[in-house]
């Protein structure tokens, strides 16, 4: 049906800037899964096993269920697709599922008319399709929070590159938090530290802009780099050693920077330091930058002016 939606599933976590390129391609928005293969030992089992998903506050997408291999004879092979990122403690904590292989995801609204283009360029930039759902019927407008028809069966991804499940989420009406239509340009700034003196005076601020909705924390990441220049990342509370309280950033992680990034942003730094990585969404221009792509406008160029450079212009005008 020429129009409709499709949802692509490829395993990983796109980062902003490939998100960006394929909003290019069509898609509509993008949504973080976890797909988790395992199994469970009988029917009673596999009923323990949502109880734990439920009870751990795991929003459930999919659950599936295949017969096992056989050297697994009375147990039921499961697929267990969960919404955001699931981690070790609670993943040790679903422990009615045995032998589990947890995969990170994106889950991607395409137009149909685009869906094929948008599955070749995927895997070329290393993130390989899944799965993908059926196409849906639009509503007027194409609007990203459309109606979602519960009948619709997932069709069959190529079988090619590791695909298992059939993952389609079912996003409520209304639910934009994960639609890249309506999110605000996303920054990153990468602020270095002497080594352990991390100064807390600026993170009270920061929340401030944060409970304002002026900004959203996407990722808050930090690492220190030796005399001799390695590099290793750093715990939430050894960061506070240096005086900061950084309770309020707890779990501030959405999957956007990987490890390339820091590796890339602890190359800058000096040896002997430390830093913070800050991933950020500008809250205030989301409205704004919704409306200029609804109004098919397209950012071509951006760019910041340095303090100094401000600073300079200024002074040279007061001396003229």
């Given at each position: 049906?020429?129009?409709?939606v499709?949802?692509i599933?490829?395993?990983?976590?796109l980062?902003?800037?490939?998100?960006?390129?394929?909003?290019?391609?069509?898609?509509?928005?993008?949504?973080?899964?976890?797909?988790?293969?395992?199994?469970?030992?009988?029917?009673?089992?596999?009923?323990?096993?949502?109880?734990?998903?439920?009870?751990?506050?795991?929003?459930?997408?999919?659950?599936?269920?295949?017969?096992?291999?056989?050297?697994?004879?009375g147990?039921?092979?499961?697929?267990?697709?969960?919404?955001?990122?699931v981690?070790?403690?609670?993943?040790?904590m679903l422990?009615?599922?045995?032998?589990?292989?947890?995969?990170?995801?994106?889950?991607?609204?395409?137009?149909?008319?685009?869906?094929?283009?948008?599955?070749?360029?995927l895997?070329?930039?290393g993130?390989?399709?899944?799965?993908?759902?059926?196409?849906?019927?639009?509503?007027?407008?194409?609007a990203?929070?459309r109606?979602?028809?519960e009948?619709?069966?997932?069709?069959?991804?190529?079988?090619?590159?590791?695909?298992?499940?059939h993952?389609?989420?079912r996003?409520?009406?209304g639910?934009?938090?994960?639609?890249?239509?309506?999110?605000g340009?996303?920054?990153?700034?990468?602020?270095?530290?002497p080594?352990?003196k991390?100064?807390?005076?600026?993170?009270?601020l920061?929340v401030?802009?944060?409970e304002?909705?002026?900004?959203?924390?996407?990722d808050?990441?930090?690492?220190e780099k030796?005399?001799?220049?390695?590099?290793?990342?750093l715990?939430?509370?050894?960061?506070?050693?240096g005086?900061?309280?950084?309770s309020?950033?707890?779990?501030a992680?959405?999957g956007?920077?990987?490890?390339?990034?820091?590796?890339?942003?602890?190359?800058?730094?000096?040896?002997?330091?430390a830093?913070?990585?800050?991933?950020?969404?500008?809250?205030?221009?989301?409205?704004?930058?919704?409306?200029?792509?609804?109004?098919?406008?397209q950012?071509?160029?951006?760019?910041?002016?340095?303090?100094?450079?401000?600073?300079?212009?200024?002074d040279?005008?007061?001396?003229?």
């Amino acid at each position: 049906m020429a129009g409709g939606v499709v949802e692509i599933t490829v395993v990983g976590t796109l980062p902003p800037t490939l998100l960006l390129g394929a909003r290019a391609r069509g898609v509509r928005g993008a949504r973080r899964l976890t797909v988790m293969d395992g199994s469970v030992d009988d029917e009673a089992a596999l009923l323990g096993l949502l109880e734990q998903t439920f009870a751990l506050g795991l929003e459930l997408v999919a659950l599936r269920r295949a017969p096992a291999a056989p050297r697994q004879r009375g147990a039921l092979a499961v697929t267990l697709v969960v919404a955001g990122g699931v981690g070790d403690v609670a993943l040790s904590m679903l422990d009615q599922l045995h032998g589990t292989r947890r995969t990170p995801c994106t889950a991607l609204e395409v137009r149909q008319e685009d869906a094929a283009d948008l599955a070749r360029w995927l895997p070329g930039r290393g993130f390989p399709v899944l799965a993908t759902a059926a196409p849906r019927p639009p509503v007027a407008g194409d609007a990203p929070d459309r109606a979602h028809d519960e009948s619709d069966e997932p069709v069959d991804p190529s079988r090619g590159h590791g695909a298992r499940a059939h993952v389609r989420s079912r996003r409520e009406e209304g639910d934009v938090e994960d639609t890249t239509e309506e999110l605000g340009p996303i920054d990153y700034i990468v602020v270095e530290f002497p080594q352990n003196k991390l100064d807390g005076t600026a993170f009270p601020l920061l929340v401030d802009l944060v409970e304002k909705g002026i900004i959203r924390v996407l990722d808050l990441v930090f690492v220190e780099k030796d005399e001799q220049g390695e590099v290793r990342a750093l715990e939430l509370h050894e960061a506070e050693q240096g005086g900061a309280d950084l309770s309020y950033f707890e779990g501030a992680s959405s999957g956007l920077l990987g490890d390339d990034d820091v590796a890339e942003a602890a190359a800058a730094l000096t040896n002997g330091s430390a830093a913070g990585i800050l991933v950020f969404e500008n809250r205030w221009a989301a409205p704004f930058a919704s409306a200029l792509r609804r109004g098919g406008g397209q950012l071509v160029a951006s760019g910041r002016i340095p303090v100094q450079a401000v600073l300079a212009a200024l002074d040279a005008l007061d001396a003229a």
